[in-house]
Structure formats: structure tokens, C-alpha cells
């Protein structure tokens, strides 16, 4: 399975971005998925999860309300639309299966929020 994150960017602080994680291989739609982050200097951190079939959602308390995760199990695909960006959701995002044994780790897509 190869994990392939993008969307990232460069934005000002309120600004929104969407990021994609685009998965290889046939198990996607079988698997819950959840977006991770890793700022400089901490431990990456859950974000948000979503069900394998896309109906229950998780998402952490400093996100909730201003991030929304989704998936399109037909391609292959899952999202993170970020709104009200703040300088502290600067980090490195990551996809990968909501498991105890994840697959390999992609390259991560960056976020930099501005004040």
C-alpha cells in the first residue's frame, strides 16, 4: 500500500485548505482512515478518523467544528477540508489506516499557517 498526501500550502491565518490522501491497493474501502500531524518538535497526533464505510467521524477537540474528514471509497480517496486555519495547525499531515498496525508512512503534506 503506498499513502500519497497533498494539498498542503502556505496560508494566512482563517484562511482553508483541502487535503487529499490518495491510497494504492484494494484494501481501502475495507479500513477506518484518519489524518495525522506532526508540528516540530512533538509527537504526531490523530487529527481525525473516519469509519470504513464513511458514516461515523472522530475528530480531536482542537480541530472539532473547523475540520471535516471524508472519503470516496470508489477512488480510492480520502479528505481533510480545513477551515479557520490557526498558526498552531501548522504541521506536517499524514494519512494512514486508524489501526494498531498501520501501513507505511507516506511523505506527509505541509501545512503552514500565518499570524
Known amino acids: 500500500v503506498q499513502l500519497v498526501e497533498s494539498g498542503g500550502g502556505l496560508v494566512q491565518a482563517g484562511s482553508s485548505l483541502r487535503l487529499s490522501c490518495a491510497v494504492s491497493?484494494?484494501?481501502?474501502?475495507?479500513?477506518?482512515m484518519g489524518w495525522y500531524r506532526q508540528a516540530p518538535g512533538k509527537q504526531r497526533e490523530l487529527v481525525a478518523t473516519?469509519?470504513?464505510?464513511?458514516?461515523?467521524?472522530v475528530y480531536a477537540d482542537s480541530v472539532k467544528g473547523r475540520f471535516t474528514i471524508s472519503r470516496r471509497n470508489a477512488r480510492n480517496t480520502m479528505y481533510l477540508q480545513m477551515n479557520s486555519l490557526k498558526p498552531e495547525d501548522t504541521a506536517v499531515y499524514y494519512c494512514?489506516?486508524?489501526?494498531?498496525?498501520?501501513w507505511g508512512w507516506g511523505q506527509g503534506t505541509q501545512v503552514t499557517v500565518s499570524s
Open positions: 494512514n489506516r486508524h489501526s494498531t498496525v498501520p
Open positions: 491497493g484494494s484494501t481501502f474501502s475495507i479500513n477506518p
Open positions: 473516519i469509519s470504513s464505510g464513511g458514516d461515523t467521524t
